[in-house]
């Protein structure tokens, strides 16, 4: 074949291909017009029909739609722990350590209804295993549920590997019953150390001691606990009491007995929130 037959050819199969697209984009952009004529249909079974799907690599974000989430942010890792909590006018935290206990925590769930008053409750992990009810009540009725570790221990004798251990099984237990992973804990004997400071924050959660010392540990009389709870009143105080532990009928009888009198003094007794902190 002779080059300018060959060049000829060429330019044959160009010139139909462009006549081609020209067609197709005509007929494309005709659909939005009102002059364009029908186009009659093929002769054959009629085509189907499938949904068009967007290219995958058309202008998507490398994340997927929507906003990118953020990372969650990380808690803190302090050196010693809360003892106080801010808030406005004369606030205070009532406080319930090594619950639940089916002989005690119901009567003090009962009297913070009564005065539709909030509290803290430090649940210990095997407790609570055992009464997951009284875990779920506390929950449900506003109260907030902290990490006191499984077993009571002495944080500052054991490793770090059983510190996690005693803290990261309560959480889960908590977690299993309320829905949400605890945000504060407290260290057994107010015994902190580095490694419970570091793996608290590691768990989501807020170191929190206390302010005031009822000592209803002791079972020094209900008059003696509410006297201590009525002396050390004032805005920011974080009261430290027992639901469980041994015999806490006495704590039962002074939150009875101090609890609305601390309402009639004007405080305001609630839960602390992390923003404030």
Known sequence: MKKDQLFTRRRVLIAGAAAAGAAGTAGLFALGG????PVAPAAGA????????????????????GPPRAAPARTLVRHEPLLRITGRGRT??????????????????????????????????????????LLERMADEGHV????????????KLSRSRVHSEM?????????????????FRAPYGAWNRAAFQIGAELGMEPLAWTVDTLDWTTPGARAISRRVENGA????????????????????????????????????????????
């Open 92 to 133: 205070m935290v009532l406080t319930f350590d090594d619950g639940p206990d089916p002989r005690y925590t119901p009567d003090i769930l009962d009297t913070l209804g009564e005065y539709d008053v909030r509290a803290m409750f430090f649940v210990c992990g095997g407790m609570a295993a055992e009464n997951p009810d």
């Open 168 to 184: 990261k099984r309560t959480c889960d237990v908590i977690e299993g019953v309320v829905g949400e992973r605890p945000e504060w």
């Open 46 to 65: 009629p085509a189907r029909r499938f949904p068009l799907k967007p290219s995958a690599y058309r202008l998507q974000p490398l994340t997927g739609y």
């Open 34 to 37: 009102e002059s364009a004529a």
């Open 234 to 277: 004032a805005p920011g105080v974080v009261v430290l009491s027992h639901d469980a532990g041994g015999d806490r009928s006495q704590s039962v009888r002074a939150l009875r007995a101090y609890l609305p009198q601390l309402l009639d003094d004007g405080y305001h007794v609630t839960v602390p929130s992390r923003q404030h902190l």
């Open 145 to 156: 549920v902290g990490n006191h570790t499984w077993s009571h221990p002495l944080l500052t």
